[in-house]
């Protein structure tokens, strides 16, 4: 879309909804497909702990909270700040956007990072081969981390589109599929820290 073009927004006939867009569908079955790929991945899960008399394993410590939980608060505070940002683009405030989305994307790496270090404490310990628990462990949460770095990348890609005048209220599709897929990977962290993290604590 030029800058002529959206200079002349004011001139045109009220663009369809996003939520009628194609565009917007596909991102929607997208996610309902990656959804189900976790959705078995975590049954399984579940499925192998009622199947074994221990669960971790004898010998396996239960997964510790303090770095997920800084990790869930680094999530979901950006899905917050994420939809401020939206919600600045949507009233054609283009700093508050880009700020909003910088920042998610800093609490993003941070996860990542702190994800990174948990790994490295677990590795010293424990192999993905060793167990059955430990592969799925690192199986489910390593996905998920490749999905959180999947939307860094969309994230990026957003932004560069609005820094470089491409994007506009009347045509906000790429901004919304970007936080739509942002805040599905947000929400699949939480049933991951409940299923991996907490609920071993429970039996």
């Not at 004011?10 to 497909?33: E, T």
């Not at 939980?69 to 680094?74: E, G, K, P, R, S």
Request: a neutral charge; charged letters at 15%; glycine letters at 6%.
């Amino acid at each position: 879309m030029t800058a002529i073009e959206m200079r002349s927004d004011h001139l045109l006939p009220p663009p369809p909804s996003v939520h009628s867009q194609v565009g917007w569908w596909g991102m929607v079955l997208f996610i309902i497909n990656e959804a189900a790929i976790f959705a078995s991945l975590i049954a399984s899960y579940f499925y192998l702990g009622v199947s074994n008399q221990f669960w971790p394993p004898a010998g396996i410590e239960d997964p510790k909270l303090k770095l997920p939980l800084i990790m869930t608060a680094c999530l979901v505070s950006s899905s917050i700040v994420l939809i401020f940002a939206e919600k600045g683009f949507e009233k054609g405030n283009h700093v508050r956007y880009r700020i909003g989305t910088g920042v998610t994307m800093l609490l993003g790496l941070a996860f990542l990072y702190l994800q990174t270090r948990e790994y490295l404490d677990k590795l010293k310990h424990v192999s993905p081969g060793e167990h059955a628990y430990v592969s799925m462990f690192f199986t489910i949460t390593g996905l998920h981390g490749a999905h959180v770095f999947m939307g860094l990348l969309m994230l990026a890609w957003a932004l560069c589109r609005d820094l470089a005048g491409n994007t506009s209220p009347r045509y906000p599709l790429a901004i919304k599929n970007t936080s739509l897929y942002w805040h599905f990977v947000d929400v699949v962290w939480l049933a991951i820290l409940t299923s991996l993290y907490l609920s071993p604590r429970w039996y």
